[in-house]
């Protein structure tokens, strides 16, 4: 299932025109899009991800030099605040309101949409284990005046780490790696699937979804 958040102007509102704001599933076989009623209290989300170590969706809220993380969960869609975005974090940058949401690695990514209007603002990173910001990720570069990148964003696992949780490296995610990794949990080490600096649940999730003969 998609998720997407719908902003309808005040005007649009008052007139009664456009999609009302919320947020909507969207089902990829059929393109039918239904609005959410449990999530209608929702602010408008400037981004969003959803991560599947934790089970909540991460969005970005908030006006221009005002913004917040939130998180929740696809059942309730209760809002809870996760972090104000300090100033720190937009590096001297105003006007540009971060855009671009992506989860993982334990941690939270910002983007923002780039054009020569505004310069660049470093990538910004929630350490969700901490609940603070590690330094930026440097800006992206523009290659060439007038070009920019949209906000959007989005967390990817290399195909080449699709078998890391075959800890024993059998050619197979079974048993074997599964007590491996309880025997480790909570400390570092080989079974510390998703980096995150301990073996907890994260890696759990990582070996069972790869559950199996490795690709």
Same mark, same amino acid.
């Given at each position: 299932?998609?998720?997407?958040?719908? #902003?309808?102007?005040? +005007?649009?509102?008052?007139?009664?025109?456009? $999609?009302?704001? *919320? /947020?909507? &599933?969207?089902d990829p076989q059929t393109a039918v899009a239904t609005v959410i009623p449990a999530a209608a209290a929702l602010p408008v989300l400037k981004g969003m991800d959803?991560?599947?170590?934790?089970?909540?969706?991460?969005a970005v809220i908030g006006p221009n030099g005002a913004q917040s993380i939130i998180r929740f969960d696809l059942k309730s869609f209760d809002p809870t605040?996760?972090?104000?975005?300090?100033?720190?974090?937009?590096?001297?940058?105003?006007?540009?309101? #971060?855009?671009?949401? +992506?989860?993982g690695e334990g941690k939270v990514? $910002?983007?923002? *949409? /780039?054009? &020569?209007?505004?310069g660049n603002i470093p990538i910004g990173v929630l350490n969700l284990v901490t609940?603070?910001?590690?330094?930026?990720?440097?800006?992206?570069?523009?290659v060439a005046e007038n070009s920019y990148y949209a906000g959007g964003a989005t967390y990817f696992r290399p195909f080449e780490l699709v078998c890391?949780?075959?800890?024993?490296?059998?050619?197979m995610?079974?048993?074997d790696d599964l007590a491996t990794l309880i025997s480790g949990w909570g400390a570092s080490g080989s079974?510390?699937?998703?980096?995150?600096?301990?073996?907890?649940?994260?890696?759990l999730t990582v070996l069972l979804s790869a559950w199996g003969a490795c690709p």
């Open positions: 299932m998609l998720y997407a958040s719908v #902003f309808r102007s005040t +005007a649009d509102e008052t007139n009664g025109r456009g $999609l009302p704001r *919320g /947020l909507w &599933t969207i959803y991560n599947p170590d934790d089970g909540f969706m991460y605040v996760v972090v104000v975005i300090p100033p720190s974090v937009y590096a001297g940058v105003t006007g540009v309101p #971060f855009d671009g949401v +992506a989860v990514f $910002l983007t923002t *949409g /780039l054009n &020569t209007l505004y609940g603070t910001f590690e330094t930026g990720l440097p800006a992206p570069r523009k890391a949780a075959d800890i024993n490296n059998d050619g995610v079974s048993g079974a510390d699937l998703d980096a995150s600096g301990v073996v907890d649940a994260g890696d």
